[in-house]
């Protein structure tokens, strides 16, 4: 059974940083692109980063200069960190591959 599980999530205030992990089991993930969305209260979910199986990155422009994805394909685990928070990054966020989804894990970010 293919598993996406979030952690890290949290409060934090405006400016802070926060990192997210993503552990995946199941299957071997390292042949596959993984990333995270988010998704806000009464918006639709939106992309956030992404990284290839052979590390090209990818970031939405609200996260360029500010995020950073990373994975470790030894571990099965992919990784968002996120600095300088804004409140508009409030959202759950999601891990992601393929067809397969996490549960989400929530980013709260205080003004």
């Known amino acids: 059974q293919v598993q996406l599980v979030e952690s890290g999530g949290g409060l934090v205030q405006a400016g802070g940083s926060l990192r997210l992990s993503c552990a995946a089991s199941g299957r071997t993930f390292s042949y596959y692109a993984m990333a995270w969305f988010r998704q806000a209260p009464g918006k639709e979910r939106e992309f956030v980063a992404s990284i290839s199986w052979s590390g090209t990155t990818y970031y939405a422009d609200s996260a360029k200069g500010r995020f950073a994805i990373s994975r470790d394909n030894a571990k099965n685990t992919v990784s968002l960190q996120m600095n300088n928070l804004k409140p508009e990054d409030t959202a759950v966020y999601y891990c992601?591959?393929?067809?397969?989804w996490g549960q989400g894990t929530q980013v709260t970010v205080s003004s």
């Open positions: 992601k591959s393929n067809a397969y």
